[in-house]
């Protein structure tokens, strides 16, 4: 039965990475404007395309 | 890009920049055209940095630029002015934020977060769509006129007020309430795990000291949510019973601390399960309730006073030299110069051009009124026409405008004097509870002392009120959503409780039930031939003021530009045009043998050759669906309509909401706000409904406020809600809503307290197990939930809201 100690504990640690990748994510500001993104990310291939168009004349 | 092509080949002309019509295709660049040269600027500037991405996204993206007259922005370099925009600063860059109302598409997304491209000083811009902001940062080369420049040069001119206050303490909270429920929901779950071999009855002996272990764990657990995630309640517990008053937080801590401290003692005394598992699911639901309470309309500002309608900067003339200095500082002789559409911001002496000053945001006139030169001019107006140089008589502070604020209503905070009804219950409930616990626990004691103090927990634990405080959170905020999906949104939740108790309902006339610009326009005379329309449609087309706009409107003909034109101030305007000489406006103007009572509309006559031909019969122009709307609002409430105008619509308005209403007229701001106060201290609750600043008084100090406005993203003053003009109609379907969402709210309260007797019996019994509280606890408040949102929906759907 031993193993499953090592199992919860394991399980545990999963979790509490998650709980702070999710704090995380609250303290850089993603979960304050949850709209724009969904935009944002429709035409960022885009634009850096033309960056590098740029970046290759010059 | 093909459809926008082919739509200006078919037989409309559509501007390739904004989208609107074109009346010709004079302006264009190869082939794309535009409606004005504000537009095809912008264009240009865009293709010249290879920017045409813009048009790309969606059509015809762009914000009109008919105004094409270049704005000063020297006052930006002021150090004062600077702090409030920018956010952060050192030697080398600076990062500033600016509320950008225009931005309404993906397309307005890409150009202002590609910025970088029109000046390479700027180093990233990151735009908030939600709250329509965009924030900037820039190394110092550039500064933050020159990019304020450049946004308005692409026609996206930032808001530039005196004030517009920016809460970030808002978006700090909403960070606390996810970091809470992240922790709660994490704990909640693991304890959920840990309780297994209990849901599953394994017995001590099979488990090999496992429980124990995960009963301590639990604990462990357990902690983050009573002291972090729970404090709310506890502390608004604490607080409320401190003020004497039981609110819905009281039974909820009670709940809660019982729950905690039985399971404490149950796993450390007894090595027993504790009923962890139901605390922090209890917390976890709780705060999600608040989330979903937390709904706010991060656009829409609720608190603007009127230093939010003037402008920042205002163009003065110092030493024959214009500049533009900030509002603040303009000192009592300084000469402003006010443009067309500009605002006056202070009291002052007009010294050059002629007044047409337009007060209907202040008194709720909706004719402008001549200014000559020499008369005074007070704060607030508009000036139509040409430009106007004044002389400040006053200081901002001193001003008629500003005087206006000094009433006591607005310096304090307005506040929810009535209590909702979940508190209003939660009172009753907390006693009986307390009482029913103390009487069982008793009784027990005869028989068995340790299951007397097993059933006083228990029954504290079982009718910890979780559905009792999720429905109200729920439904209501679920109809704050719907509403807002139909263009209604209100400041907070607990409006729509404050909406069923309304008896009153105050309307402003001006821009409320009428529509500011437009009117009702009738004609009586000689029949008009096409020649005459052609001559009076193009003598009116020189002239900026109104009722000349709405004649210009309203007749439909082809016309011509003359020069031979002269307006005068208060009488009309005299025109000649192919030998043809026309004199439009007063009676005395047009003819003065001819007299003529002219009644109380207003009434502009027209000559041609000095031949009578006939008059304009100019009324108000009454939202649609208006006389159905009354129709239903009479029948339920007591209506009233203030106006600042004067008596000549109230024939018209009794059509509408009949003779047992009552009609002012020729109220000042400070009228219209005595009449609220009456009216509340006669035990009414008053709606009040108004537009412009010459309502901020009323609707402050009404219970509810209403500002209706004609596009969200326009101004509108101090209030509890907006209310878009297009939703008007509407209006009765939102109150009627609102006490739908009360009858909800008391259904699911009979819901909860079924679940509550059923667990009561359990806990009276001495039955309660912690697996039976874990499963009776959620399942009340999914319930609730469930039932909550469907019937909202049910019913919008119903009517048609969604």
């Known amino acids: 039965m031993s193993v499953i100690i090592v199992l919860i504990g394991f399980s545990l640690l999963v979790a509490i990475i998650f709980l702070i990748l999710f704090i995380r994510a609250v303290r850089s500001g993603q979960f304050d404007d949850k709209y724009t993104p969904s935009i944002r990310i429709l035409f960022d291939d885009e634009s850096k395309k033309e960056k590098d168009k740029k970046h290759g004349s010059s | ?802």
Request: glycine share 6%.
């Open chain 2, 1 to 802: 890009m093909n459809s926008t092509e082919d739509k200006s080949i078919s037989e409309k002309l559509i501007c390739y920049h904004c989208g609107d019509e074109c009346p010709d295709d004079k302006i264009h660049i190869d082939d794309k055209i535009f409606c004005c040269n504000g537009c095809k600027s912008v264009f240009s500037i865009l293709n010249n940095n290879d920017m045409c991405t813009y048009y790309s996204i969606s059509d015809a993206p762009g914000i009109t630029k008919k105004e094409e007259n270049k704005r000063n922005y020297d006052f930006l370099d002021d150090p004062d002015i600077k702090t409030k925009f920018i956010d952060f600063s050192d030697d080398k860059i600076s990062k500033a934020i600016f509320s950008i109302p225009q931005m309404h598409c993906s397309s307005c997304i890409w150009i202002l977060e590609n910025l970088n491209r029109l000046d390479n000083n700027i180093l990233s811009s990151q735009v908030n769509f939600l709250q329509k902001s965009l924030s900037v940062t820039y190394n110092n080369n550039s500064s933050l006129k020159k990019i304020v420049t450049i946004l308005d040069s692409i026609g996206y001119e930032p808001l530039l007020n005196l004030e517009e206050k920016r809460d970030s303490k808002n978006s700090n909270e909403l960070r606390k309430l996810y970091y809470k429920i992240g922790i709660a929901g994490f704990c909640f779950g693991n304890i959920m795990m840990l309780s297994f071999p209990e849901y599953l009855s394994i017995s001590p002996q099979d488990s090999a000291g496992l429980d124990t272990l995960f009963n301590y764990l639990n604990i462990l657990l357990s902690i983050p949510v009573f002291f972090y995630s729970g404090s709310d309640y506890l502390v608004s517990a604490y607080k409320s019973l401190k003020n004497k008053i039981v609110n819905i937080d009281v039974p909820i801590a009670l709940g809660i601390i019982v729950l905690f401290i039985r399971s404490l003692v149950e796993i450390i005394f007894f090595s027993n399960a504790g009923y962890l598992d139901s605390m922090t699911g209890l917390v976890f639901f709780l705060l999600l309730g608040k989330l979903f309470q937390t709904k706010t309309y991060d656009a829409l500002n609720f608190e603007r006073n009127y230093k939010s309608y003037f402008p920042l900067g205002i163009t003065i003339r110092r030493n024959n030299n214009e500049t533009t200095i900030p509002v603040e500082k303009i000192e009592i002789g300084d000469r402003l110069i006010i443009r067309n559409g500009e605002l006056i911001p202070v009291d002052s002496v007009l010294i050059k051009g002629s007044g047409t000053i337009d007060y209907s945001f202040v008194t709720g006139e909706a004719l402008p009124i001549n200014k000559e030169q020499g008369d005074i001019i007070y704060a607030g107006g508009k000036q139509t026409g040409g430009a106007i140089e004044i002389e400040s008589i006053k200081e901002i502070s001193q001003s008629y405008l500003t005087r206006l604020w000094n009433n006591k209503i607005f310096s304090k905070q307005k506040e929810m004097n009535s209590i909702s009804l979940a508190n209003q219950i939660s009172k009753y409930f907390t006693f009986i509870v307390l009482g029913l616990a103390l009487i069982s626990s008793g009784i027990w004691m005869f028989y068995d002392t340790n299951t007397a103090m097993n059933v006083f927990t228990a029954i504290l634990i079982v009718a910890c009120p979780c559905a009792l405080a999720l429905s109200t959170p729920f439904t209501s905020g679920n109809a704050l959503r719907i509403m807002g999906r139909n263009n209604f949104y209100l400041r907070n939740v607990d409006l729509i409780e404050e909406l069923t108790k309304i008896t009153d309902i105050v309307f402003d006339k001006t821009g409320t039930l009428t529509i500011s610009g437009r009117a009702d326009i009738k004609y009586f005379g000689m029949e008009l031939t096409p020649k005459k329309k052609f001559l009076i449609k193009s003598a009116v087309r020189n002239s900026t003021h109104p009722l000349s706009k709405m004649i210009f409107d309203y007749i439909e003909s082809d016309y011509t530009i003359t020069e031979k034109f002269d307006e005068i101030a208060g009488e009309g305007i005299y025109s000649e045009i192919n030998g043809s000489i026309i004199k439009i406006g007063s009676l005395h103007l047009v003819d003065k043998e001819r007299f003529e009572f002219s009644g109380d509309n207003t009434v502009v006559h027209c000559s041609i050759n000095s031949e009578y031909i006939g008059k304009f019969i100019i009324n108000n122009y009454y939202r649609d669906n208006l006389s159905d709307l009354a129709k239903e609002l009479k029948n339920k409430y007591s209506i009233h309509v203030l106006s600042g105008d004067n008596k000549s619509e109230e024939e018209n308005l009794k059509k509408f909401f009949g003779s047992e209403s009552t009609y002012l007229f020729d109220q000042s701001p400070q009228d219209k706000l005595d009449y609220i106060a009456a009216l509340q201290n006669a035990d009414k609750k008053v709606l009040m409904m108004g537009d412009g600043l010459n309502d901020a008084g009323a609707l402050r100090q009404s219970d509810i406020g209403i500002s209706i406005s004609e596009d969200k993203s326009n101004f509108s003053p101090s209030c509890d809600g907006i209310l878009e003009a297009k939703s008007f109609d509407l209006f009765m379907k939102f109150l009627n809503f609102a006490l739908y969402s009360k009858k909800i709210i008391i259904a699911s309260f009979i819901i909860s307290f079924v679940y509550n007797f059923f667990g009561l019996y359990f806990a009276i019994s001495g039955n309660l197990t912690p697996i039976l509280a874990a499963i009776l606890m959620p399942i009340s408040s999914i319930s609730i939930v469930i039932f909550t949102t469907t019937g909202t929906n049910l019913y919008a759907k119903k009517r048609g809201l969604i």
